[in-house]
């Protein structure tokens, strides 16, 4: 079974933090997503990485930025925390598109506050 | 207007009922995925569909290529069947993986 390990289920942080979310896949995945998710709008993509050191701005990157320096992990970065990226925090991988459609695979969320 | 639309948002049921959850999208799409999401957070991919009809247990998923519409029907409801429940679609030509999600239908089922 394709494991995705988000690093904390649950993070409070300082408004002007620098705040790293980890996560890690099992599977040899080539693709990674980041995504928050946020009462009443439901599941928003922040960044993407088909690759190593690829990366693609989603819906909605603003105050956030990525690093996929080995194909397993997909960090993403709050530069400087601020009170509304409190939110729950998804990551999720799979295969190429190229393979017909594969399913994407989630991690068990990291709920972020930002006091 | 939403690119993927879901209704109900939110449904109550009875232990035993038959449930059917709709998603209708407005793009040409390739696959189409149906999603839960327990309380606590972790995502599970139920089905992942681009023509017809997939079963699963109690669970069925069909989709209306031609009236770009799905439905998830759960037979013999249970209360662990509560959860929130989304439908994504991947358009043609769309960018590498992305997925266009809807808001969820809540579903609760009282013992």
């Known amino acids: 079974d394709v494991k995705v390990t988000q690093s904390s289920r649950y993070l409070v942080k300082r408004t002007g933090e620098k705040v790293f979310l980890e996560c890690v896949q099992d599977?040899?995945?080539?693709?990674m997503f980041w995504y928050r998710q946020d009462p009443g709008l439901g599941l928003r993509l922040i960044y993407f990485?088909?690759?190593?050191?690829?990366?693609e701005k989603g819906d909605i990157p603003e105050g956030y930025s990525v690093s996929r320096e080995k194909k397993e992990r997909f960090s993403l970065i709050l530069e400087s925390a601020s009170t509304n990226q409190t939110s729950m925090y998804l990551c999720?991988?799979?295969?190429?598109?190229?393979?017909?459609?594969?399913?994407?695979?989630f991690g068990d969320g990291t709920r972020l506050s930002i006091l | 207007k939403n690119e993927v639309e879901q209704s109900p948002q939110n449904l109550t049921a009875q232990e035993g009922e038959f449930i059917t959850i709709n998603c209708s999208y407005s793009?040409?799409?390739?696959?189409l995925h149906w999603l839960q999401q327990h309380p606590g957070g972790g995502i599970v991919s139920l089905f992942m569909?681009?023509?017809g009809k997939k079963k699963h247990g109690r669970l069925i998923a069909t989709i209306n290529i031609q009236e770009k519409h799905s439905s998830l029907h759960i037979t013999a409801s249970h209360p662990r069947d509560s959860a929130v429940y989304i439908c994504?679609?991947?358009?043609?030509?769309?960018?590498?993986?992305?997925?266009?999600f809807g808001k969820g239908t809540k579903l609760s089922v009282k013992p």
């Open positions: 999720a991988s799979s295969l190429r598109q190229g393979y017909s459609n594969q399913p994407q695979h």
């Open positions: 569909l681009s023509s």
């Open positions: 994504a679609v991947r358009s043609k030509g769309g960018s590498q993986g992305n997925l266009i």
């Open positions: 599977m040899d995945h080539e693709n």
């Open positions: 793009v040409g799409i390739s696959a």
């Open positions: 990485s088909y690759d190593v050191k690829m990366k």
